[in-house]
């Protein structure tokens, strides 16, 4: 624990922090990130789409109501990496996502264990 903070929740606003970032940097809408996703199909403005989306995963994360719901998009967007890149033959970028999907269901189990969360509990 630190500043009696246990360690699941550092992690989880850690992810909050980088998800925001993530989205901050899509919405600006860098020329090399734009290039990539139209080299891998998606339409130029999908940067937008980008941004949305990692703005709620990072949003959603921020509130201890809609952290699972949180978890859960951060995953799917994983998945969704994984199988753009793969299409896309660029396994060298698999890492870093492979890692990030790490953090989030470490987070997510530092955070409820192996269990869903319970709705009803405070």
């Given at each position: 624990m630190v500043?009696?903070?246990g360690w699941p929740?550092?992690?989880t606003w850690l992810?909050?922090?980088?998800?925001?970032?993530?989205?901050i940097v899509s919405a600006?809408?860098?020329e090399p990130m734009r290039e990539a996703f139209v080299n891998w199909g998606?339409?130029?403005w999908w940067h937008?789409?980008?941004a949305a989306?990692?703005?709620?995963?990072g949003i959603l994360l921020a509130f201890e109501a809609t952290r699972p719901f949180g978890f859960l998009l951060g995953a799917l967007e994983c998945f969704a990496i994984y199988v753009t890149l793969i299409r896309a033959g660029?396994?060298?970028h698999l890492p870093p996502s492979i890692a990030l999907l790490a953090l989030l269901v470490l987070a997510y189990w530092g955070n409820y264990g192996w269990r869903l969360p319970n709705a009803g509990a405070a």
């Open positions: 500043l009696g903070i929740v550092w992690l992810l909050v922090v980088f998800f925001v970032g993530d989205g600006i809408g860098p998606f339409p130029d937008w789409v980008n989306v990692c703005l709620a995963i660029e396994f060298a």
